[in-house]
């Protein structure tokens, strides 16, 4: 005898674009595909169930109509889900994704620890601590209003986050292009201006307090000095500044950094 009570199972069916196939297995890139599930869920439970995190998605089409994440399926639906539009106007839209951190800031997980230092350097408030938890990574993303950074699509499974990017490259260059680019970054960096070491921020200070502090040739050969309000670690334009502005210089192709 059949089970009256048992869940209406329902199908429904769906189409990602652009960079939301890298959340997909292979053969459900940029193609129509089925999804079956019990019950009326969200679209949003529905697309985090297929694997893809809501922070990347900025519009989703049902049958054509724009919806929020709220929407529920009922079955047989076509669903097409866009990523963040940079340059299509989809203002008459249910637009998804919050409105861009003004003051950009981020939080990294523990498998970005070096594109944390990479971020510093490009005078970005970027925290890291190899001890920090998904669920404190969280925390801190919504009451500091930072971007979450990280290598862990899982981290996009708590409901809460907001701001969020899953990197790609494994590769820590790569990963900086990845992200400058992503989040259009590249008119905003600040270098020199933040401790990689602690994230503090820099201010000048007069030689006359560095005796003792830093090698005495350093202050023969150089007129500038910088503190790190954090830290305190004193920096100045030597040798490891000229490595990092052929960095910069390479990264940023039209904004040589002198």
Known sequence: ????????????????????????????????????????????????????????????LVDGVSVSFDYKLTGGERISVYPVFELLDIQPLTHLRPKPLRDTKFVVDVNLGKLALKLRLLGFDTLYNNKFEDSEIVDISLHEKRIILTRDKGIFKYSAVTHGYWVRSDNVDRQVREVLQHLQLESSLKPFTRCSYCNGEFECIDKIQLNG?????????????????GCKKIYWKGTHYKRIVSWLNELTVNNSIN
């Not at 869940?7 to 595909?33: A, C, G, M």
């Not at 502090?213 to 309000?229: G, I, S, T, W």
Request: charged share 25%; aromatic share 12%.
């Open 1 to 60: 005898m059949d089970d009256q009570h048992a869940p209406i199972s329902r199908t429904s069916y769906f189409r990602f674009y652009e960079e939301l196939n890298d959340f997909l297995p292979k053969q459900r890139h940029k193609v129509l595909f089925s999804h079956a599930y019990t019950g009326k869920p969200s679209v949003k439970d529905a697309i985090e169930a297929i694997g893809v995190p809501h922070t990347e998605i900025d519009l989703i």
């Open 213 to 229: 502090r830093v090698p005495e040739n350093a202050l023969e050969l150089f007129a500038e000095f910088f503190e790190c309000q």
